[in-house]
């Protein structure tokens, strides 16, 4: 079956300690996203990829980093200057090419600072 | 700069009613706009899209309406169902950015 993966489904850090969040996908997507999602705030774009060895910073990349050295994964670390790193984090695909088509969302990572 | 507003945060309709959520957006650049549907603890699903050389798309009980003048657009849900309570997303993409911007959700409750 086709989709995204994202692992793990729950994540805790400690205060001071980078984390790194997977996804993978099998879709055959240039296109990759990061988001994150806190109440209130709808879905905020982190980082985003549109093809292999190139990325871009979206609208809240401080505190992130991001690789994309194969076109199925798209990992982000959550590095300790992100000064509030609790949030749930999506990530998604899609296909550049056909500008109507949508993105495909991972079931999520929860990330807990304790 | 919020470009992608979606100012109700709830919706709350009786099962068999119809069920309207609003979205506006700022930036003319957008030609194309999606929804998407979100569980909690889930990613977003894509419901439907439309492109701005439309102003109406209908996929069954769901249909998008685009006002380009206006910078809105709107989901309708008819009939609604209890299975529709979720949250719900727009999202504006244009040919020159290559990613989604996506509103702050509206939580919408169906009530048997």
């Known amino acids: 079956d086709g989709g995204i993966t994202q692992s793990p489904k729950y994540l805790f850090r400690k205060e001071g300690q980078n984390v790194t969040l997977s996804c993978e996908q099998n879709?055959?997507?240039?296109?990759m996203y990061w988001y994150r999602q806190d109440p209130g705030q709808g879905l905020r774009l982190i980082y985003y990829s549109q093809i292999v060895n190139d990325f871009q910073k979206g609208d809240i990349a401080e505190g992130y980093s991001v690789s994309r050295e194969k076109k199925e994964s798209f990992p982000l670390t959550v590095t300790s200057a992100q000064k509030n790193p609790t949030a749930f984090y999506l990530c998604a695909s899609s296909r550049p090419e056909n500008l109507n088509t949508e993105a495909f969302f991972g079931q999520g990572t929860r990330l807990t600072v304790v | 700069d919020q470009q992608v507003k979606q100012n109700s945060p709830s919706l709350s309709v009786q099962e068999g009613r119809i069920s309207i959520l609003n979205c506006d957006y700022t930036?003319?650049?957008?030609?194309?706009f999606l929804w998407y549907k979100k569980y909690p603890a889930e990613g977003p699903t894509f419901l439907i899209s439309?492109?701005?050389?439309?102003d109406k798309n209908e996929d069954g009980r769901f249909t998008v309406f685009l006002n380009k003048s206006a910078k809105h657009l709107s989901l309708h849900i008819v009939p609604s169902q209890p299975g529709d309570s979720a949250v719900y997303f727009c999202?504006?993409?244009?040919?020159?950015?290559?990613?989604?911007?996506f509103g702050q959700g509206t939580i919408l409750t169906v009530h048997p």
């Open positions: 879709l055959n997507h240039d296109a």
């Open positions: 930036n003319s650049m957008f030609d194309y």
């Open positions: 999202a504006a993409g244009g040919t020159s950015y290559g990613k989604l911007t």
């Open positions: 439309i492109s701005s050389i439309k």
